[in-house]
């Protein structure tokens, strides 16, 4: 019964290389997210969907691609995989309101290594 | 450049005693203040929340002060317990409205209770 699940928990994976990150969550929540930590650690978003619509898509290259089938389902896929690339993707997911954010609830992760 | 700043990475602490995580940040035009707790493998959890109407809120343990000239906010976890060892992120959004904010989020100091 987990609310914000998102898989694989790992990916490694060689440059140029295609992949995707699917995301999923069961708390109803009409707004998801992917956020980036760094190896600096910081964790930066870098796209919001509300109902299916982009919302926010902050300076990521276009290589990165999201894609929300439903409410409940946002899935990250990045094609020409970069060194750069690698860091713990976060996914989140809230309910929008009126006025102050919503707290995020996150997943668990995908450590995505790029050799 | 950072506009959320933890400046502490890290933070030891005795159980039983006061453990208190300081935030910075330096955009007079954020006004909703949160705290994140992680474990490692897991995703951040919301803990508490502020907004720039009040400079305290408490909840159980856990109470947040802002100070909005100083633009500093703090995390007190009193008494401090082995389990709150983890990660604490401090992040910092907008009143906007009607439509999804976005969440910027400091570096997180790493907080160690030791029995």
């Known amino acids: 019964d987990t609310a914000v699940s998102q898989t694989p928990k790992y990916l490694v994976t060689q440059m140029g290389n295609d992949k995707s990150i699917k995301c999923e969550q069961n708390?109803?929540?009409?707004?998801m997210y992917w956020y980036k930590q760094d190896s600096k650690k910081f964790l930066k978003i870098m796209f919001s969907y509300n109902n299916k619509e982009l919302i926010i898509n902050e300076t990521v290259p276009n290589r990165f691609s999201p894609k929300s089938p439903d409410k409940a389902h946002l899935n990250l896929h990045i094609n020409s995989l970069e060194l750069g690339d690698s860091a713990v993707y976060f996914c989140?997911?809230?309910?929008?309101?009126?006025?102050?954010?919503?707290?995020?609830?996150f997943g668990n992760g995908t450590r995505l290594t790029v050799t | 450049d950072q506009q959320v700043k933890q400046n502490s990475p890290s933070l030891s602490v005795q159980e039983g005693r006061i453990s208190i995580l300081n935030c910075d940040y330096t955009n007079s035009m954020f006004d909703y203040f949160l705290w994140y707790k992680k474990y490692p493998a897991e995703g951040p959890t919301f803990l508490i929340s502020?907004?720039?109407?009040?400079d305290k809120n408490e909840d159980g343990r856990f109470t947040v002060f802002l100070n909005k000239s100083a633009k500093h906010l703090s995390l007190h976890i009193v008494p401090s317990q082995p389990g709150d060892s983890a990660v604490y992120f401090c992040a910092a959004s907008f009143y906007y409205g009607g439509s999804q904010g976005n969440l910027i989020f400091g570096k997180g100091t790493k907080l160690s209770v030791k029995p």
């Open positions: 708390l109803g929540h009409d707004t």
């Open positions: 989140a997911s809230s309910q929008s309101t009126r006025g102050y954010p919503s707290p995020l609830h």
């Open positions: 502020i907004s720039s109407i009040k």
